[in-house]
Nanobody
């Protein structure tokens, strides 16, 4: 099974920015809807944003206007640009392919002073 490979997260101060990436080495990246989810400690995994094959995007209310999801089909990579980060954005972030590759391995993002 092809695996999704996520970039490392990190520690960011409130108000800061961070970009996550998710590489899908499979040959059919461009035909699948892709998404980002996150899971805070002690909470259920929740939807963050998704992007269709035609580039149409959807966002959770909590991140709308601060986060931007994008994809580059040439390099088979999904991105999540996170701006104006808040402590409540602290979570493990997962990319997801709505196809056989499933979920990425997750990466920790911590927003704190």
């Amino acid at each position: 099974q092809v695996q999704l490979v996520q970039s490392r997260g990190g520690l960011v101060q409130p108000g800061g920015s961070l970009r996550l990436s998710c590489e899908d080495p499979g040959s059919t990246f461009e035909i699948y809807r892709m998404a980002w989810y996150r899971q805070a400690r002690g909470k259920q995994r929740e939807f963050v944003a998704d992007i269709a094959t035609d580039g149409i995007t959807n966002y959770a209310f909590a991140v709308k206007g601060r986060f931007t999801i994008s994809r580059n089909n040439t390099v088979k990579t999904l991105y999540l640009q996170m701006n104006s980060l808040k402590p409540e954005d602290t979570a493990v972030y997962y990319c997801r392919q709505y196809g056989p590759s499933g979920w990425g391995q997750g990466t920790q993002v911590t927003v704190s002073t």
